[in-house]
């Protein structure tokens, strides 16, 4: 599972998931610390399962980590290993049933599964699931790792992931939770990140990002290699191993304009740094005259500091953001969409009276939020609006895990700026080139399928996020 997209990333793309491991003792009390971290990543649902003595225990539900988890219910994950997610559906509607960590009963004991990506041949591996005349609960693409994890054979646990991976195309990060312990898993394409850590006080974590490590107490971390499975239990790392796949890398470059948190580390680079490159070099390409930088914050605001430092134009602060607005509560139609703009932004007219702005945004997906920031913007007396983009135009669907609707929703087909501009209101738009993203990531072997139409994998047009939903409708 993964994101949606919908924001001039102000909030148009949805997050991809969010995934933890521990081995510690108050293993899930930890795991809640890295899912808060992690929440950025997927706001509709949240779960823990742990293992002690043998039985697993979980508790899982939609809402925000904050709302799913209280005192009470994290009493009852005992045990000293732990797994986590927090949500954001890429595949399958936002629901209970949906909701992750998925427990199901195996042959080898309980298995306990976290996702973090997309399958992109998950319809041809739902079919050959039914047709072995197995049943299937949910919409998920998720469920149907754990499903088909149970029925491969092998020695043991890695083994088994192995020889599953061998079938599975597209993006997974995985955390898995066992009676032989802890398993964190990379796709072979290192489409999502996920990496691994020891914690000062004791234990060891495995999360999406290496700012979640550093929440849960690791001054260290290590990235997980693409296609690696690590094995972990209460004695530490007790094993690597590789499947073997040779694919191309293919590391998400959405993740660096805008999934990940600033202070992560990727492919050996921090996000923001990368931001502050990528707004460094929008300003170099796409030039405005004005007297002001302003960002669409939070996640524009390095571009937008990089953008003010190579032009000389001032940095300014011209629209504030209300923090504690959740993404589900805007989210359902356009109108409430549009609404939810203007709760969620308020304009500062001291700085934008009178003044010609560089309005930096770090992507348009679907323009549905572009049109209304910049009439907040407008409205509050800038006289000029140069609206500028940290990354180049978004032309295709993306089916490793980021969900920005489908073509005929994205702004940017078949139009050109100048008539983006138009329809939102800005008096120039201009977008960050390919070559600049790529010099500003500076990480061989990227994804930029989005932007230039190049999958790295084979992908089914049909395969929508909701395709799986209602039963019935996974047998067509
Ligand atoms: S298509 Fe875009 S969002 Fe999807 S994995 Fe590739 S770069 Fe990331």
């Given at each position: ?202 234990g060891w974590a495995v999360a999406s990002e290496t700012s979640a490590l550093r929440v849960m107490g ?15 239990d209460e004695r530490g790392l007790v094993e690597r191993a590789r499947a073997d796949i040779e694919v ?229």
């Amino acid at each position: 599972m993964s994101g949606e997209i919908d924001e001039g990333c102000s909030g148009e793309v949805g997050e991809s998931c969010g995934i933890v491991g521990v081995v510690a003792e108050e293993a899930a009390r930890l795991a809640f610390f890295g899912l808060f971290a992690l929440q950025h990543r997927g706001q509709e649902s949240a779960g823990i399962a742990t293992l002690d003595a043998g039985s697993m225990h979980l508790h899982k539900d939609v809402g925000l980590v904050s709302q799913v988890f209280r005192g009470e219910n994290l009493t009852t994950l005992v045990g000293k290993i732990a797994i986590g997610h927090t949500r954001y559906s890429t595949t399958g509607k936002p629901s209970a049933r949906n909701a992750q960590p998925f427990v199901i009963d195996t042959q080898f004991g309980p298995l306990a599964l976290g996702h973090n990506g997309n399958i992109a041949n998950a319809p041809a591996l739902r079919k050959e699931l039914l047709a072995r005349g197995l049943g299937l609960m949910t919409g998920s693409d998720s469920e149907l790792l754990a499903m088909m994890l149970a029925g491969t054979p092998g020695k043991n646990w890695t083994e088994r992931i192995a020889r599953a991976m061998r079938s599975w195309v597209g993006a997974y990060s995985l955390v898995l939770l066992t009676r032989e312990g802890l398993f964190a898993v990379r796709d072979p394409w290192g489409y999502r990140p996920l990496a691994w850590g020891r914690i000062d006080s004791g234990g060891w974590a495995v999360a999406s990002e290496t700012s979640a490590l550093r929440v849960m107490g690791c001054s260290g971390f290590e990235e997980i290699p693409p296609g690696t499975i690590l094995h972990f239990d209460e004695r530490g790392l007790v094993e690597r191993a590789r499947a073997d796949i040779e694919v191309p890398q293919a590391a998400c470059s959405f993740e660096y304009v805008y999934f990940s948190r600033p202070d992560s580390v990727w492919n050996g680079r921090n996000i923001h740094a990368v931001r502050r490159r990528l707004g460094e070099l929008l300003a170099e390409e796409a030039p405005a005259v004005a007297d002001l930088v302003i960002p669409v914050p939070d996640s524009s605001i390095a571009a937008a500091i990089g953008y003010a430092q190579k032009s000389g134009i001032p940095f300014g602060e011209g629209l504030v953001k209300n923090r504690y607005i959740g993404r589900t509560f805007i989210e359902p139609t356009k109108a409430l969409r549009r609404q939810g703009v203007a709760l969620k932004f308020s304009p500062l007219k001291e700085t934008l009276e009178g003044a010609r702005i560089v309005l930096v945004d770090d992507s348009i997906v679907r323009g549905t939020t572009t049109a209304p920031i910049v009439a907040l913007c407008r409205n509050a007396g800038a006289k000029e609006i140069h609206l500028r983009i940290a990354s180049p135009r978004i032309l295709h669907p993306c089916y490793m895990g980021v969900d920005m609707g489908a073509e005929q929703d994205l702004v940017a087909v078949g139009r050109e700026p100048a008539e983006i501009a138009a329809m939102v209101g800005a008096d120039s738009l201009a977008y960050l080139s390919l070559e600049g993203l790529s010099r500003a990531i500076g990480v061989e072997g990227l994804c930029r399928a989005c932007f230039d139409g190049n999958y790295h994998i084979p992908v089914d047009e049909g395969f929508t996020k909701e395709c799986f939903e209602g039963f019935g409708r996974g047998t067509i």
